[in-house]
């Protein structure tokens, strides 16, 4: 039929959905921009700056890239175990994190019901939500950037089914408490702590999974292993939720180049280790030669980025005389963070060249 219209069988709320502000890759960063791809210092996307390990690209060689990969992640979810020393029926593998995000939403959310957002925090969450056709409640995090208890006792109601904690949380970079997260559990309400940035940060409520079905945690090979385009991530989760993970995800879903990768990191943690110490190294002098900034605040971040928080209108200038410098970092469009941006650690030469540059923007050099 030539004059279909596709928007009439839409399913109504997704008419006007706001979509996901993804960042760009670095040839459409050097398109906008007219600066040189090669001089592109990409800190918009918490990517890691050293790469993957030369082992997991040297994998890709060897994936049977015209063979379906198996279904069951057998090879996966055993590396995995090994990592975390969960059993293998702990765990399901996606593409990124984000792929699991998803799934938990197919699986356990019908339009109509409520998710709970600690905001600010990552997006993924409220979009996904959006999506299913949830509500999602904001509970406000305090001034510190700290989970608000209060503000989230407030917004659970009987329609709360879901509850997301990022710890350490993007983009503020904090952790959050092992108390509050114990304290969430006892509720009947299922509770998704996304880890995504663990290996920068060393604390975990993994432990916690065995023995609480409400509980699954996320991690990623995306920061710590330097994957983010091959796309894999993994949840770990009580036994009964694995079962219906596995059975409602689409088959196939982590392709086996990213499989081969996963498996090669995994054999070289010892290199990828010395690049996330380098990154936290970084991230702990970036932090305090930014605090020294006279109108600029940096939080204190878990991650492998750092929130900057300008007085009056610097922010814009601070990130246009970045972007005119090819530097790109992660700003945002809410009333709370409208003065502050996101910079994700790069490598010594270019956490130097941001600092400059922000100084010199500053009027601070
Ligand atoms: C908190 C958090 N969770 C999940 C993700 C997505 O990870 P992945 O690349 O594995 O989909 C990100 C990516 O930025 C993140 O910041």
Sequence with gaps: MKNFNIDKIVRPHLLSLVTYDAVNPPDLLSQKSGIPENEIIKLNGNENPYGASPKAIESLNQAQVHLYPDPDQIRIRKAISAYTGLPIDNIVAGAGADEIIDLIFRIFISPGDSILDCSPTFGMYSFCAKIAGANVKFAERDSN????????????????KLIFITSPNNPTGNLVSYDHITYLLEKDILLVVD??????????VQNLVLEHPNLIVLRTMSKWAGLAGLRVGYGLMHSSATKYLMEIKPPYNVNVSAEAALLASFEDIEFLQKNVDKIIVGRNWMNVELNKINGLTAYPSSGNYILCEFTENHCKTVFGELEENGIFVRKFHTERLKNSFRISIGTETQNQKVLKTIQKAMNNE
């Design 145 to 160: 950037y700290d989970l608000n208890i209060e503000e989230i006792e407030k917004n659970i109601d009987s329609s709360t």
């Design 195 to 204: 880890e995504a940035y663990f290996e920068f940060a060393k604390s975990s």
